[in-house]
Structure formats: C-alpha cells, structure tokens
C-alpha cells in the first residue's frame, strides 16, 4: 500500500512535479496535517492560523483537485493550525470555496476536536487525566480558565470517515502520524510499520535531499518493512536522514506515544537500497492498556507590548543590568500615578548581547562591556491600553534616567523605528499538557458529513 | 595529545522543543567510531547534563539511537514554549553548551 504526505504543513507548500508523480505511482491516499503547538501558544490561545491564507489556499487547491482526479481519499490533519473548531470551520470554508472554483463535487468529512468543559471536567473529577510532562495534576480550575482546549485523536475517527465512504476530511486537532496510519491499519497491515511509516513521512521533505523548501514523501508498505522515497524526481532519500527523523521532536528516540499504544524503533534497520529510497524494517508496536488522547490547553496571560531600542553609550553597556533594575522601580512609581497597581502588569528588559537567549543556563562568561546592546522593553497588562501607558513610562525611564559617568544627557537609547511602541498581543501559555483516558476513542471527536456539489 | 570537541566531531548538534514542557537535544556523529567514542567517553552522561543545563539530573533522561548514530538528551525547558517569560519558542537555539564539551 502506498501512500503519500503532500507537505509537512499545510501552507509550508511542495512541487506540482512531486504531487503528480505520487499520485500517477497509484498512492491510496494522499495527506497533510496542518497543525503544531511548535510555534507556541498564541495561534491556539486566538483560534488563528500561523501560515498565510494564499499558501493554504494553493496548496488545498491542488491537493483537492489531485485526489478528486485519482478518486484518492485526502485527509487534512489538525486543521487551521491548532485544530480547534474555529480553525476547522476556517479550513471547510476554503476546501467548499476551492470545490467551487474547481467544479469539484465529493463527500467531505469534518471532524471537531474541542471536547465541551463539561465533558472534559467529568474526565478529570474521575481521574482520568493525567500530566504528559513535567507539569500540574490537571485541575476542573485550570479546565475553566483556559482559553481553549483541543484532544488529539487517534486513528479511530479518521477510519470511521473513511468507512462511510468520505473522499475528503477535515480533522481538527489530529496525532500527524495517525493521517498516513488510518488506512493502512484498516487493510489490516502491521501496526509497528503503519505507525513508523506516518512518524517518518508526516513531516514531509525533512527527510528529503536537498532540502530546499517543503515537498511530496511518499511511503510504500510491504510484507516486511517499508520504502521511503521523494515524489520529487531529482530529490532523494537517505538513510541518515530518515533514522534521524525518528529522533525528531520526540522526547525518546526508541519510543513514540500513540493513543492506542507505543511505537517501539529500538529494533529498527534502515537499509538504502537506491539512491534515492530508504528501506525500513524491524519497527514495532505495543498495545497500551489504557487508550488515552493528549489534551492541549492554553490560557491567557495579558497583552504584550514591546519597544526595541539599542544601547551604543560604553558606560551604559557596562553597567545596563543595575540601570534596568532602577529603570524598572521607577517605572514601577509612574505607574502607581497612573492609579495602576504594581500586581496588574510585568516589566522586563530582554537585553540581547547579554544573556538573553538562554538566560539563567547561559554556561558562557558573558562580554562584561559589549560595543552595543539591543533592548527589548515589554509589559504585559490585563488589557492592551494598560500594557502600553506602563510601557511608555518605561520607555521614559530608561532613556531618560541618570547613570554614574552619563555625558549623553538628551538620550540613552537609539531607537530604530518610529512609532516606538509596538502593541504585539495577546499572550498565551500552555496551560493543559495531559493524557485523557477514553472508553471510545471516537467519543470526543464528533464527525458530520457534507454532500460538496460542484 | 589534546582532546577534541564534541562540536569539532559531531555532524549535527541540535535542539528543539519536544512538546512546550521539554526540551531535545541531537547529536548526531558522522560514523560508528565516533558514535562509540562520545557514548564511551560518557562526556553526555545525565549528571553531566544536569549540570550544564541547570536542572536536577533525575529530570534528564540520555539515550543512544545507535541505527541514527546519535545521542538523544531530554530535559525541562526553562520555560513554557512562547509562554510570558519564554525566550526561544522553538527552543532551537538552546544546543551551544554541549560545543566545547571534551571528548
């Protein structure tokens, strides 16, 4: 059974060349998932997508028309990003859209993936949740503080799709493996290279050669293993690459976490039998007990706004943590004037060329007296108007405010951009990060069916 | 004859978010002598990452993938991915410690 993922995101894009090619080698199904917490906590926490609506819209497009040509089944994976309703319902409108332009006409499958508190909440008074991590028991509080919250299903919903003849899904949030394992696992394949093969091929051309840009990967399962190859022509496959993705992202190398049990590639070969495919046997799984889903949650933390500045004054770049700490008490006065309490924002100085990438783990011994630093002065407030008045008095303080030796009595920062202050946004943090225990994997993952008539 | 550096032996040194709670790191060596050499001189041992990244050495877990030829090491993120204090959402640039590391 041959398969292909299309891309390892949505939006991220792939080659014309490498979609044709897959689809006319007779894949069975082709696939994309769309989804990561990667890039943090706000596109969950807002319900947005974080690549641009033109990129999805040319890569659904040609998928869509592709599997409609093959008469393939499609599967979209965590849709809009985080896979929460609002993101799914996004993602239908541009698939009902592209049908349209494209005359297309099929059975489309959406599947939500944001369970209801109250449900959720049962789960957790039962005890059936528990950290994925290092962090919190979850609490029925932290459920009802958070923004939003979404459970990563399994294989399950996708095949139940599949066998009420939909053509095309839209999953919300979804495990990428499980994209490229539903089927296989329906034909009854081995489960160990059905779910090796999803891990591998979900994140698209990072196993591919060279690596320019996202593209089509292709995996074909056989009796005793499975081949990993590019849909691309000219691009190839290496085995170096391919074991090496199996350590991507993962907390363990030998193990990844599936809702239904355990991939175990501790036994694994990886043999390069042309120049450009990879072999794969050896990969195996264990059943779990227990069938458990994560639940990923965020909750919101305030608003954010910024200044960047630069520090060139030698004087003050030698000295700049003392003066921010005076910087911020000061800041902390004017504020008080504003009638605004010290417990209602944070302030904080990041300074670049001073430790601020890997803060207190910084193992180097830090320039004591760099040629110029960058500044980035943050508050983060209940709301967006309080956030910025306590920046702009930061923003004063710190270009304003004396230092021993100062002769730059009209100003200690270079700012580069007018205006200064810059309103980011909302600020997120990952709040639920556990397992749910389920009776039915299908249970929180409702599916309705649309009839697209083109 | 003085000793190497992992970053003068390594093909890859890479880190990355495992989920917002964890961090990973990736070393990856170009061949079976030098995978055996840094497992063997245990210059990646737990306590030794316990260390260098500032957590207890109970919260680090190492392990060999030999078929990767690479060495996998886990620990806590300093903080939330992309959450308020968070200063690497990606958690990639977080790999330059293990560099000088003597093997």
């Known amino acids: 059974m041959r398969l292909m993922a299309c891309s390892g995101m949505i939006g991220y894009g792939f080659t014309e060349v490498g979609l044709r090619r897959g689809l006319e080698m007779g894949v069975r199904m082709i696939g994309c998932d769309a989804g990561s917490m990667d890039p943090g906590p706000y596109y969950l926490g807002t319900a947005t997508p974080f690549v641009s609506e033109t990129a999805t819209r040319r890569d659904l497009g040609l998928m869509l028309r592709g599997a409609r040509e093959f008469d393939v089944p499609m599967i979209i994976g965590s849709a809009g990003g985080g896979g929460s309703d609002a993101q799914l319902a996004w993602t239908v409108s541009l698939i009902e859209d592209l049908a349209r332009q494209h005359g297309l006409s099929f059975k489309m499958a959406i599947i939500k993936a944001e369970p209801a508190r109250a449900y959720l909440n049962r789960h957790v008074t039962a005890g059936r949740t528990a950290p994925l991590g290092p962090i919190e028991e979850l609490t029925t509080d932290t459920v009802d503080r958070a923004a939003r919250i979404v459970a990563m299903m399994g294989v399950e919903p996708l095949q139940n799709a599949l066998n009420a003849g939909a053509d095309v899904i839209i999953a919300g949030r979804c495990s990428d493996a499980a994209i490229y394992a539903a089927l296989p696992l329906m034909h009854g394949h081995d489960a160990g290279l059905a779910w090796h093969l999803g891990k591998i091929i979900e994140c698209g051309a990072q196993v591919i050669e060279p690596r320019a840009g996202q593209d089509c990967i292709i995996g074909t399962l056989n009796d005793d293993g499975f081949h990993v190859e590019p849909g691309h022509p000219d691009k190839i496959c290496t085995k170096t690459r391919v074991a090496a993705h199996t350590l991507y992202e993962n907390p363990s190398p030998h193990e990844l976490k599936e809702p239904s049990g355990v991939l175990d590639s501790s036994h694994c070969t990886f043999t390069q039998v042309d120049p450009r495919t990879v072999h794969v046997t050896g990969s195996r799984f264990k059943p779990t007990e227990a069938y458990t889903v994560k639940l990923e949650g965020v909750r919101r933390a305030g608003f954010r706004s910024i200044f960047i500045a630069g520090v060139r004054d030698p004087v003050l770049t030698a000295g700049f943590a003392d003066f921010a700490a005076a910087c911020e008490a000061r800041t902390r006065d004017q504020a008080r004037s504003l009638k605004i309490d010290d417990d209602a924002y944070t302030v904080a100085f990041r300074t670049y060329g001073a430790g601020a990438v890997m803060g207190d783990r910084e193992f180097a011994a830090l320039n004591l007296a760099p040629t110029e630093l960058c500044i980035i002065g943050e508050v983060i407030a209940d709301d967006e108007a309080t956030s910025r008045a306590v920046l702009a008095k930061a923003r004063y303080a710190l270009l304003h405010t004396d230092f021993d030796g100062r002769l730059c009595i009209s100003g200690n920062l270079a700012f580069p951009f007018s205006p ?35 | 004859m003085t000793r190497r550096k992992l970053k003068d032996v390594a093909s890859v040194i890479r880190s990355k978010n495992a989920g917002p709670l964890l961090l990973t790191l990736d070393v990856i060596l170009p061949d079976q002598a030098a995978f055996d050499q840094v497992v063997a001189a245990g210059v990646l041992a737990p306590a030794r990452m316990a260390e260098l990244y500032r957590v207890s050495h109970n919260e680090v877990s190492v392990i060999p993938y030999a078929q990767a030829l690479a060495i996998k090491i886990t620990l806590p993120r300093r903080h939330r991915s992309g959450g308020p204090s968070d200063s690497d959402v990606y958690g990639a640039q977080q790999h330059v410690p293990l560099f000088d590391l003597k093997i």
């Open chain 1, 420 to 454: 200064s202050d810059i309103s980011v946004g909302e600020v997120f943090d990952f709040s639920i990060w556990h397992t749910l225990e389920l009776d039915d994997p299908l249970e929180p993952f409702p599916v309705t069916y649309q009839e697209i008539t083109s």
